[in-house]
T-cell receptor
Framework: GAGVSQSPSNKVTEKGKDVELRCDPI?????LYWYRQSLGQGLEFLIY????????KSGLPSDRFSAERTGGSVSTLTIQRTQQEDSAVYLC????????????????FGPGTRLTVT | AQSVAQPEDQVNVAEGNPLTVKCTYS??????LFWYVQYPNRGLQFLLK????DNLVKGSYGFEAEFNKSQTSFHLKKPSALVSDSALYFC?????????????WGAGTKLIIKP
């Protein structure tokens, strides 16, 4: 079946503009994660959705960042008033279920969206 | 606090030689451990995981990893490296008894296999 897809693959925007990044998880996966990866760096957790539960937004770096997940499937990450430090690759991942205690399910990643803020 | 260390930013290996990518971790309880690989301009791909049982875990593309509880390590290994193994490798951990679902990620190790 299809894997996790993300769009656009690349986005160049001017400082101060808003951007929307889209993630389409694997069908049937109830858990969805957004990460940010700066050049040569590890993964920075941003936000987590699990089914119909309230999302965990604890990783969002500022109130300019927000995310939605409609119908338990597609998710959009919105960055308002983009800054140059927002430039990074934004990765989306999904899994069959969230990492509750005792759960071991691995995450499946999309190819990412490379965001460049000029 | 949970943490993961990948002490080498880059590892260089000649094709055909064995390779090792190092990972050490710190959790308060028992760990779940994962390795992921990221090829250029691609997302991360799951390689293997340690849950319980045999300390030697086999995964995709001929990779394996050995869980060593006393040394709190989970090094990734392959007996004979291929040029196509060149990629960025990430180790991740979570505490089995922790209800926090987040994986803690290492900073990544760039593996370069030279022909």
């Amino acid at each position: 079946g299809a894997g996790v897809s993300q769009s656009p693959s690349n986005k160049v925007t001017e400082k101060g503009k808003d951007v929307e990044l889209r993630c389409d998880p694997i069908s049937g996966h109830t858990a969805l994660y957004w990460y940010r990866q700066s050049l040569g760096q590890g993964l920075e957790f941003l936000i987590y959705f699990q089914g119909n539960s309230a999302p965990d937004k604890s990783g969002l770096p500022s109130d300019r960042f927000s995310a939605e997940r409609t119908g338990g499937s597609v998710s959009t990450l919105t960055i308002q008033r983009t800054q140059q430090e927002d430039s990074a690759v934004y990765l989306c991942a999904s899994s069959l279920s969230g990492f509750r205690a005792g759960s071991t399910l691995e995450q499946y990643f999309g190819p990412g969206t490379r965001l460049t803020v000029t | 606090a949970q943490s993961v260390a990948q002490p080498e930013d880059q590892v260089n290996v000649a094709e055909g030689n064995p390779l090792t990518v190092k990972c050490t971790y710190s959790v308060s309880g028992n760990p779940y451990l994962f390795w992921y690989v990221q090829y250029p301009n691609r997302g991360l791909q799951f390689l293997l995981k340690y849950i319980t049982g045999d300390n030697l875990v086999k995964g995709s593309y001929g990779f394996e990893a050995e869980f060593n509880k006393s040394q709190t390590s989970f090094h990734l290994k392959k007996p004979s490296a291929l040029v196509s193994d060149s990629a960025l490798y990430f180790c991740a951990v979570r505490d089995r008894e922790d209800s926090n679902y987040q994986l803690i990620w290492g900073a990544g190790t760039k593996l370069i296999i030279k022909p």
